[in-house]
């Protein structure tokens, strides 16, 4: 077939940003070209329509195909880490609707329904500005940590997920004794999975005579540690947690002026609606 005519019609990329980690914890292949040169175009009506796919959405699939179409040297979704995902979808949604977003919002005063014009430009400017803390020293031992890729948050969310919808149906009828048994069984599996993400997030561990990345004997050595170890790499994982949500937007209800702090989130169903 000859080049199609309407080709200068198609999309073009409405901003180039770069993966706010630079590409540091992305393994080869997944972003293709330069990860802080990634061009981003605003969604097709295909994928605004993936994104209102409620089975697409919840397994992470939407998120997945919307991410590889809008930032096309993206190669593989699944494989972009909790640190570059929220950067890059803002990106998605400032290329397809601009940069304002209307947020609404119910002052806890007064009641007067209040609707703020978020510019989600200045607000993605954030991510520029964070760094992902990934060394730990613990004297002799330095332990290095990673963050989870969409593919491993999102599987953790989804067992999370089906595990406590579980403990909610057994601790309906705790009085049964099998059920209690089956509500301690399924604690013990939500420890095991935090754990796991624990395990999970521990990239290597560097002690004098060796490099350790085998998730196995880190593993074993965790459980062989006091708790203490456990709690300084927890808080690590916690604040950089912390540092990479995106900041509240402080703001003041037209009434009364009660200041608020507004939470952004990417929650998709609603941050991807055109209004
Ligand atoms: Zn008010």
């Known amino acids: 077939m000859s080049p199609n005519p309407l080709q200068k019609y198609f999309r073009q990329p409405k901003l180039y940003v770069s993966l706010p980690s630079k590409g540091t914890y992305?393994?080869?292949?997944?972003?293709?070209?330069?990860?802080?040169?990634?061009?981003?175009?605003?969604?097709?009506?295909?994928?605004?329509?993936?994104?209102?796919?409620?089975?697409?959405?919840?397994n992470g699939e939407s998120t997945v195909k919307v991410l590889q179409s809008c930032c096309a040297t993206v190669t593989n979704g699944w494989e972009i880490n909790a640190v570059d995902l929220d950067h890059l979808?803002?990106?998605?949604?400032?290329?397809?609707?601009?940069?304002?977003m209307a947020v609404e919002h119910t002052c806890a005063n007064c009641g007067t329904e209040n609707e703020y014009d978020i510019d989600l430009g200045l607000l993605n400017e954030h991510f520029n500005h964070v760094t992902f803390d990934d060394t730990i020293d613990l004297g002799e031992i330095t332990v290095k940590i990673r963050p989870l890729t969409y593919k491993e948050m999102t599987a953790f969310n989804l067992e999370n997920y089906r595990l406590q919808k579980m403990l909610?149906?057994?601790?309906?009828?705790?009085?049964?004794?099998?059920?209690?048994?089956?509500?301690?069984?399924?604690?013990?599996?939500?420890?095991?999975?935090?754990?796991?993400?624990?395990?999970?997030?521990?990239?290597?561990?560097?002690?004098p005579e060796a490099v350790v990345n085998q998730q196995a004997y880190i593993k074993e050595w965790?459980?062989?540690?006091?708790?203490e170890l456990f709690?300084?790499?927890?808080?690590?994982?916690?604040?950089?947690?912390?540092?990479?949500?995106?900041?509240?937007?402080?703001?003041?209800?037209?009434?009364?002026?009660?200041?608020?702090?507004?939470?952004?989130?990417m929650d998709q169903a609603s941050f991807f609606a055109r209004k």
């Open 89 to 100: 979808l803002i990106a998605i949604r400032i290329a397809t609707y601009g940069n304002m």
């Open 231 to 265: 709690e300084k790499i927890k808080e690590r994982i916690e604040t950089n947690r912390k540092n990479w949500k995106l900041p509240p937007v402080n703001s003041k209800c037209s009434n009364c002026g009660t200041a608020t702090d507004l939470e952004i989130t």
């Open 26 to 58: 992305t393994a080869p292949g997944v972003v293709n070209g330069d990860p802080t040169q990634i061009p981003v175009y605003a969604m097709t009506g295909m994928d605004e329509i993936l994104l209102k796919t409620p089975d697409a959405l919840f």
């Open 168 to 207: 909610i149906q057994s601790a309906q009828n705790f009085d049964n004794p099998e059920n209690q048994k089956t509500v301690n069984d399924l604690y013990k599996q939500v420890a095991e999975l935090q754990n796991e993400v624990f395990i999970q997030s521990i990239e290597s561990v560097e002690i």
């Open 222 to 227: 965790i459980t062989n540690s006091e708790s």
